[in-house]
């Protein structure tokens, strides 16, 4: 099993469907993100989940909810997203989280999503 | 105020050239780390190095080497004898207790490595 694994890797939905990323750890870390890369944008932290505790960066859509069931999923549910919204997003995990990254970063492959 | 510069949006080169990638970052604290992150077209980012700000020593890693110099703010990278494989997306972030520690990031450079 590799670190971290993204599914889907690749989505086109349309701006009135429902849909959801997921993610999943296989490192034993403690601390879960969701990050947004755009096309020559530096990327962007969406959320991060750290022993249940969520921090949210304020200027993310409320269109974009995220769940956390346990230390090794991670999930991005999608509604009523629009054009500006495609993008590669990004989940990552490390050993710390809310207390801050000292450390190393693991990333998966990303889901690009593509809104109609 | 971009508080880590990339200024370099994309550098072609052919194989076996030296290429610098730049970062230059801004930070009020004393204490702050410096990291690379090279982003393959495969897509998932690999982490490379990290740096805190009170270790200046440069770091060589194979044909990888990092120079890190406060007076500058700059924490830049250099690949010697480049090779295809080097093609990707290489990213600089900058975690500092005023943001808490959460990582902010460069725009990215990508590196082209011609045959």
């Known amino acids: 099993e590799t670190g971290v694994t993204q599914t889907p890797r690749h989505l086109v939905m349309g701006m009135t469907n429902k849909k959801s990323l997921k993610c999943e750890q296989h490192l034993g870390h403690n601390a879960m993100y969701w990050y947004k890369q755009s096309a020559k944008k530096p990327l962007e932290l969406m959320f991060v989940y750290s022993l249940e505790e969520r921090v949210e960066n304020n200027s993310v859509p409320s269109r974009f909810s995220p769940e956390c069931p346990n230390s090794s999923h991670l999930f991005l549910h999608l509604h009523t997203l629009q054009p500006e919204d495609s993008a590669l997003y990004l989940c990552?995990?490390?050993?710390?989280?809310?207390?801050?990254?000292?450390?190393?970063?693991?990333f998966g492959e990303g889901s690009r999503l593509t809104v109609l | 105020a971009q508080k880590v510069t990339q200024a370099q949006t994309e550098i072609s080169v052919v194989e076996k050239e030296d290429v610098t990638l730049d970062c230059v970052y801004e930070t009020r604290d004393t204490t702050y780390y410096l990291f690379w992150y090279k982003q393959p077209p495969s897509g998932e980012l690999v982490f490379l190095i990290r740096r805190n700000s009170f270790d200046e020593q440069n770091e060589i890693s194979g044909r990888y080497s990092w120079n890190f110099q406060k007076s500058t703010s700059s924490f830049n990278f250099t690949i010697t004898a480049s090779q295809v494989v080097d093609s990707a997306v290489y990213f600089c972030a900058l975690s500092e207790v005023l943001s808490n520690y959460q990582l902010i990031w460069g725009a990215g450079t990508k590196l082209i490595i011609k045959p």
């Open positions: 990552a995990s490390s050993q710390e989280g809310l207390a801050g990254v000292t450390g190393e970063l693991f």
